[in-house]
Nanobody, 124 residues
Framework: QVQLVESGGGLVQAGGSLRLSCAVS????????MGWFRQAPGKEREFVAA????????YYADSVKGRFTISRDNIKNTVTLQMNSLKPADTAVYYC?????????????????WGQGTQVTVSS
């Protein structure tokens, strides 16, 4: 029903930047909050950032606050994660997800549909 496709992952040196994108289809994109999560080897899935249905409110994990920015385009049905000042600890598979709710939320249980993920590797 709902499909999410992440793109933009890759290799980058510490201190560099990457821009992840997520294309969503199958639902009214503008009615749902969106989130980014990540999972590193040997670790549980971790919340990264979320944005409400209109893009007027965002929420970030403390580990990425000030470095990452989430945004959305409700015309093109896309959500973006701009990642700056990347650290090796940011290395993970990054997943885009859509929520059943309007408001930004950090809980995995509030997200019903998930993308396949895109690999981000930060070296140094």
């Amino acid at each position: 029903q709902v499909q999410l496709v992440e793109s933009g992952g890759g290799l980058v040196q510490a201190g560099g930047s990457l821009r992840l994108s997520c294309a969503v289809s199958g639902r009214t994109f503008s009615s749902s909050a969106m989130g980014w999560f990540r999972q590193a080897p040997g670790k549980e899935r971790e919340f990264v950032a979320a944005i409400n249905y209109s893009g007027s409110s965002t929420y970030y994990a403390d580990s990425v606050k000030g470095r990452f920015t989430i945004s959305r385009d409700n015309i093109k049905n896309t959500v973006t994660l701009q990642m700056n000042s990347l650290k090796p600890a940011d290395t993970a598979v990054y997943y885009c997800a859509t929520s059943a709710y309007y408001s930004e939320t950090s809980y995995s249980r509030d997200y019903k549909y998930w993308g396949q993920g895109t690999q981000v590797t930060v070296s140094s």
